[in-house]
């Protein structure tokens, strides 16, 4: 590769460019190199005009996808003939700021078709001739090389707000690691292709996973009763004939309390624990985002909201119907408005069956019916005297649904462990195989 459009990084004598791990035919071809994105690309500026092509957006981390496959339509509009056209190989810079990407995603177009995106959003490029290998740039900017080096040129205020004012010029200065000499596509190409088989382990791992969180969701439907039935369409074989499902009303059946609501000033840096909506992001209730109360204050006033092991809590504000269990970890903490504790309250129903009630769409669809609210909904205790518990006749049939679903929600958690795994693993891959450029040049 030509030295042209090297970073002072590398014509200056700094350290050697070499990534920590690198495949056994290129060892001896020497260290990288460093050029600027501005070597490797032109900005291209045609419009789409009056040509057929086909309106993109674009899914943050996922990559460009048409507008009618994100919105169900087309939504260009007007717009349209001021879109700019891509072609296949072609990237497009959104420079709108997400949380993952917070300076903006640049996807790479695989298509065969023309395409095309809004200019006011994108910046579209191209690379000159074979200068570097299209899927090799791409996962550089997967792994966000873009950002590190454009987030000097952001101010924080237009980074919060979303939309983001990035010179071309400051984007085509980027710093790209490149491997040398005449195998420098060949090294490129292998590198892609590892990261390749990376992602098709991922997608697979992630079908697998969504194949059994579909699963379970169809089950569910078929083993409580649906919305205006009064028993479920499956039932386990050793249970039939052994009497008709009940529906009972919560209050008969269920005890429930919501957290209670607590001012700021009462907020602490230690103390009792206070359990908010993100300690409900698994199975089981944690102290994440927790605040701390006096725990003189607490026996005062909130003493009887300490959550004890194996209570249920559930949203019942913004995000619905969301239960995990207290444990250990979470046992003794106060939990807030927003959130209700459940148990059970009569000997005729099992606390595993509970939990999977509270999780299933027999309670959804009660709790959605109940909700008030424009846009946050909300349901309380006083909604929930209204609801009823579709029960079966016996306990051990209770127990047999519950243990059905709890087996089910520990594959698809080892499954998920699995692909967290998969995806630990890539990103370890990126940061053995390229280089990692200094903050000054990225």
């Known amino acids: 590769?030509?030295?042209?459009?090297?970073?002072?990084?590398?014509?200056?004598?700094?350290?050697?460019?070499?990534?920590?791990?690198?495949?056994?035919?290129?060892?001896?071809?020497?260290?990288?190199?460093?050029?600027?994105?501005?070597?490797?690309?032109?900005?291209?500026?045609?419009?789409?005009?009056?040509k057929t092509c086909v309106p993109m957006s674009i899914t943050s981390g996922v990559g460009l996808v048409s507008q009618m496959e994100k919105f169900g339509r087309i939504i260009a509009g007007d717009s349209y003939k001021n879109y700019l056209q891509l072609k296949k190989n072609d990237f497009?810079?959104?420079?709108?700021?997400?949380?993952?990407?917070?300076?903006?995603?640049?996807?790479?177009?695989?298509?065969?078709?023309?395409?095309?995106?809004?200019?006011?959003?994108?910046?579209?490029?191209?690379?000159?001739?074979?200068?570097?290998?299209?899927?090799?740039?791409?996962?550089?900017?997967?792994?966000?090389?873009?950002?590190?080096?454009?987030?000097?040129?952001?101010?924080?205020?237009?980074?919060?707000?979303?939309?983001?004012?990035?010179?071309?010029?400051?984007?085509?200065?980027?710093?790209?690691?490149?491997?040398?000499?005449?195998?420098?596509?060949?090294?490129?190409?292998?590198?892609?292709?590892?990261?390749?088989?990376a992602d098709a382990l991922i997608e697979a791992q992630g079908r697998k996973v969504e194949a059994l969180k579909a699963h379970k969701k169809g089950l569910m439907q078929q083993l409580f009763p649906q919305e205006g039935e009064t028993k479920p369409r499956l039932r386990f074989p050793e249970f039939d004939g052994t009497g008709k499902w009940e529906e009972c009303e919560f209050p008969n059946v269920i005890f429930f309390q919501e957290g209670p609501g607590i001012m700021a000033v009462d907020f602490h840096d230690h103390g009792v624990p206070l359990v908010r909506l993100s300690g409900l992001s698994g199975q089981s209730v944690t102290l994440e985002g927790c605040n701390y109360l006096d725990p003189a204050k607490v026996l005062k006033k909130w003493e009887h909201f300490r959550l004890e092991v194996g209570d249920i809590v559930v949203s019942c504000s913004a995000t619905l119907g969301r239960p995990a269990i207290v444990d250990d970890a979470a046992a003794g903490a106060v939990f807030y408005t927003g959130l209700i504790r459940f148990r059970p309250k009569s000997r005729r129903l099992d606390a595993g069956y509970l939990e999977v009630f509270l999780g299933s769409p027999s309670f959804s669809w009660q709790a959605e019916a109940a909700a008030v609210g424009g846009g946050i909904r909300h349901f309380?205790?006083?909604?929930?005297?209204?609801?009823?518990?579709?029960?079966?006749?016996?306990?051990?049939?209770?127990?047999?649904?519950?243990?059905?679903?709890?087996?089910?929600d520990v594959l698809i958690t080892a499954e998920t462990q699995k692909l967290d795994t998969l995806k630990t693993h890539k990103k370890g891959l990126m940061q053995q195989l390229f280089p990692q450029i200094g903050e000054t040049d990225v």
């Not at 590769?1 to 020497?30: D, H, Y």
């Not at 983001?164 to 060949?186: E, F, H, R, T, W």
């Open 92 to 197: 497009a810079y959104n420079k709108s700021a997400t949380k993952e990407y917070p300076e903006g995603f640049i996807a790479l177009y695989t298509g065969e078709e023309l395409a095309a995106v809004p200019n006011s959003i994108f910046t579209c490029f191209r690379i000159k001739g074979e200068a570097v290998s299209p899927k090799y740039l791409n996962y550089l900017f997967l792994g966000n090389l873009h950002g590190r080096w454009l987030r000097k040129f952001i101010e924080v205020g237009a980074r919060a707000h979303g939309s983001l004012s990035i010179n071309n010029s400051d984007l085509l200065a980027l710093s790209v690691p490149v491997p040398p000499g005449p195998n420098s596509l060949k090294e490129q190409q292998k590198i892609a292709d590892c990261l390749a088989s």
């Open 1 to 50: 590769m030509s030295s042209k459009g090297k970073s002072s990084a590398v014509t200056g004598g700094g350290a050697a460019l070499v990534p920590k791990q690198r495949f056994p035919e290129f060892l001896g071809a020497g260290p990288w190199e460093s050029v600027s994105l501005g070597s490797l690309v032109s900005i291209s500026t045609k419009k789409v005009g009056d």
């Open 380 to 408: 309380g205790p006083t909604h929930l005297r209204g609801m009823k518990a579709p029960l079966p006749p016996s306990v051990d049939e209770q127990q047999r649904i519950a243990d059905c679903l709890t087996s089910l």
